[in-house]
């Protein structure tokens, strides 16, 4: 039996989110299960719970890594496993490093620093879906960046050419 890697996606997003940006969030999550991919996210409501919950409908494997050491009240996503890293929004650098690539839902201040991070850091697609548009200083999308309108879209830029299990494997990196 072939083994192949299991591709890592985060999925950063708003906690206050609109009702658009959690049904865009919740069907990523879906998508992204459905493809075998490990969902990576805050672990905090809004966007993270929404896509944690699309992917754990489809028995996908959601790994939250969050900014507390767990004791800090509100909201929390469904994951299957929580990284508790007590770095406060640092903890945005752990996501986006552990990432394949990136999905942004939606835009918040740490959304944009989770856009940025994973710009830097260069490697990796980066997808926005709504939110932060971001560009060059002469007014053309940022390259390294890509902006879609839908969340099939998005699965699709950021798993193009990356190997994935099939789905329900609950795979981890080879």
């Known amino acids: ?41 805050g672990g905090g409501g809004g966007v993270m719970a929404a896509v944690a919950a699309g992917a ?7 790994i ?7 004791t800090a009240p509100g909201p929390v996503a469904e994951a299957t496993a929580t990284l508790l890293t007590n770095l406060g929004q ?23 620093s989770e856009v940025a991070l994973a710009m830097r850091r260069g490697q990796v697609p980066v997808v926005v879906l ?21 969340p099939e879209e998005a699965v699709r830029a950021a798993l193009a050419d990356r190997p994935v299990r099939g789905a329900g494997t609950g795979g981890r990196r080879a």
């Open 56 to 62: 754990r409908s489809g028995d996908g494997l959601v």
């Open 130 to 150: 709504g939110g932060w548009r971001v560009v060059d200083a002469t007014g053309e999308p940022a390259p390294g960046s890509r902006h879609v309108d839908t």
């Open 64 to 70: 939250a890594v969050r900014p507390d050491d767990g």
């Open 90 to 112: 640092a903890r945005n650098a752990v996501l986006v490093w552990s990432a394949d690539a990136v999905i942004t839902v939606g835009g918040s201040w740490g959304t944009l």
């Open 1 to 41: 039996m072939e083994v192949r890697p299991v591709v890592q996606v985060a999925v950063c997003g708003p906690a206050s989110a609109t009702p658009a940006e959690l049904a865009h969030a919740r069907r990523v999550g879906e998508l992204l299960a459905a493809r075998g991919a490990t969902v990576l996210c």
